[in-house]
């Protein structure tokens, strides 16, 4: 009977080899009005960030470490998007709506170590604002050129390896149906909610990779931009203290917009919760976020603005 009783639980437990995406709900015409505004989306999205690092590889006065660690930030939005709006097209207009599960593994991994090396690369950008605005002097010797490559590699190689241990747990989870994820894209909320074995060992390693890699990234964000904050109040002329600010409020534009949506994913107890509305936050997050980057270091910063105006005048 015992026997009898396990063939029975391995028979209901039959493993899910394939997941269905759901996407958005709507008509016909909602689709395909979605699936333009993503195409649209996605274009300005490559056209901006791969317009940047061809300005910074062109402009020799930009061949800084701050626009170093830029175009390292634009590369990653480029595939950043480009792992989630190909497919979410092909989920919207119904032509791609099942992944198979080690795709759906696979784009989990590669969205979240993209997005936690974006959370480094913050920190290293805001890192280098500090030196640049609290140590002018010694800038040079500090952020040297082979200091923010290492900086940079750092990064990637963190961000991919924080990452590992999650993916590998949820590899390991269970999946005996349904087999719908409400979502255009594999995230970790979605495959907890749908599998039928123990999620807390994942819960509990999201929750801690959560810490370490937004929290830790948010505090040395904060703690530079206190010193930075410190020393511009202390610069007497009005005209220096609006040039030491200009020069890292796109970034501090940017790091508003990632760490609050990042949060609010992510840094949690429970990951099974308010799907719907991750959803929708994950939209901007994938999509609108890497499309704002661009425009608001072109638009925020003179000297971006001032190389693409010879960029425009040589043609």
């Not at 009898?4 to 016909?28: C, H």
């Not at 099942?98 to 920190?123: A, D, H, K, P, Y």
């Not at 840094?267 to 959803?279: E, F, M, P």
Request: glycine residues 4%.
């Amino acid at each position: 009977q015992t026997d009898l009783n396990t063939w029975k639980d391995m028979a209901n437990r039959t493993s899910v080899k394939e997941f269905i995406l759901l996407g958005f709900p709507g008509t016909w015409q909602f689709r395909v009005s979605f699936v333009v505004v993503l195409a649209l989306v996605y274009t300005l999205t490559v056209i901006g960030n791969a317009s940047i690092i061809a300005l910074v590889w062109k402009s020799s006065n930009l061949h800084t470490p701050m626009y170093f660690f830029l175009c390292n930030l634009s590369f990653l939005e480029i595939w950043y998007t480009t792992g989630v709006v190909p497919k979410a097209i092909g989920v919207m207009l119904g032509t791609s709506k099942t992944i198979s599960f080690s795709v759906c593994i696979l784009q989990l991994f590669f969205l979240l170590s993209l997005g936690s090396t974006e959370c480094f690369l913050l920190s290293v950008m805001a890192y280098d604002r500090y030196l640049a605005i609290c140590c002018p002097l010694r800038y040079s010797s500090l952020m040297s050129s082979v200091f923010s490559v290492r900086l940079a590699l750092s990064s990637w190689l963190g961000g991919f390896l924080a990452i590992s241990l999650l993916a590998f747990l949820t590899s390991r989870l269970t999946f005996c149906g349904p087999d719908v994820i409400n979502h255009f894209l594999c995230d970790i909320d979605s495959c907890l909610a749908l599998s039928c074995s123990d999620t807390w060992p994942v819960e509990l390693t999201t929750f801690l990779v959560s810490i370490i890699v937004v929290v830790a990234s948010c505090v040395v964000t904060l703690v530079s931009y206190m010193y930075i904050i410190s020393s511009i109040m202390r610069i007497q002329s009005g005209h220096g203290r609006k040039k030491a600010f200009s020069t890292c409020s796109a970034h501090l534009s940017v790091v508003t917009i990632w760490y609050g949506s990042i949060m609010f994913l992510y840094v949690k107890q429970s990951a099974q919760n308010s799907l719907d509305v991750n959803k929708i936050v994950n939209t901007f997050n994938t999509m609108v976020t890497p499309l704002l980057n661009p425009f608001i270091y072109t638009l925020r910063n003179k000297e971006v603005k001032v190389a693409l105006g010879r960029a425009f005048q040589k043609k």
